[in-house]
């Protein structure tokens, strides 16, 4: 069964700081994605990054990187210079190639409130 | 091009009221999904749809049906409401499959039933 565990309930951060998102990810396929989604306060859900299992890349867009560990089952996420529009909730999610089980499983976010 | 769009945006219901939550989208999307969001629970997901004239049962179905007689719209549908389906509802579609492909979410319907 998949699962994904952000065990970081709430953090909070001041302006321009670095801050650091886990996730934890746990599936028996060879094959599986993991996504990353932001929920701001007008709560909308918005996709930022799709990464398959076969690419370990670590991914940078911006103020935003990613950093894949197959070895550890972790997908996290970091932002840096942080800034008070990056307030929001954030969601990871794992979705495994399996025809007939189409389940995006999310985790169950982090709050992150950045402090002016 | 609006997307996702579901209506309507708010809603209470009495316990044992039905209702009928609409969602639309004009990306020509294959794949559609029904999703409820607790407090500490993330998104679950209701009913999917690959395609017209197919649903398919998520996680959590028990209490709701869908429909899906047009590709562009899936609908969400409570028969008899209970308190334990307050909750606020996201609709999503993708391209193909949820795997591959990143899902572009509703702005939500937010559930009371009292």
């Known amino acids: 069964a998949q699962k994904v565990t952000q065990a970081q309930t709430e953090i909070s951060v001041v302006e321009k700081e670095d801050v650091t998102l886990d996730c934890v990810y746990e599936?028996?396929?060879?094959?599986?994605?993991l996504f990353w989604y932001k929920q701001p306060p007008s709560g909308e859900l918005v996709f930022l990054i799709r990464r398959n299992s076969f690419d370990e890349q670590n991914e940078i867009s911006g103020r935003y990187s990613w950093n894949f560990q197959k070895s550890t089952s972790s997908f996290n996420f970091t932002i840096t210079a942080s800034q008070v529009v990056d307030s929001a909730v954030y969601f990871c999610?794992?979705?495994?190639?399996?025809?007939?089980?189409?389940?995006?499983?999310f985790g169950t976010g982090t709050r992150l409130t950045i402090i002016p | 091009n609006a997307g996702v769009t579901q209506t309507p945006k708010f809603r209470v219901l009495k316990t044992g009221q039905s209702m009928t939550l609409l969602c639309a989208q004009d990306?020509?999307?294959?794949?559609m999904y029904w999703y409820r969001q607790d407090p500490g629970m993330g998104l679950r997901l209701i009913h999917y749809?690959?395609?017209?004239?197919?649903?398919a049962k998520g996680e959590v179905p028990d209490g709701y049906n869908v429909s899906r007689l047009k590709k562009q719209n899936f609908l969400l549908g409570l028969e008899s409401a209970a308190p334990s389906q307050t909750s606020v509802y996201f609709c999503?579609?993708?391209?193909?499959?949820?795997?591959?492909?990143?899902?572009?979410f509703g702005p939500g319907t937010r559930l009371t039933v009292t």
């Open positions: 999503a579609s993708s391209y193909l499959r949820a795997e591959a492909y990143e899902q572009y």
């Open positions: 749809s690959v395609g017209e004239g197919t649903t």
């Open positions: 990306m020509n999307h294959e794949y």
């Open positions: 999610a794992l979705s495994e190639e399996n025809f007939g089980n189409e389940k995006l499983t």
């Open positions: 599936t028996r396929d060879t094959t599986y994605y």
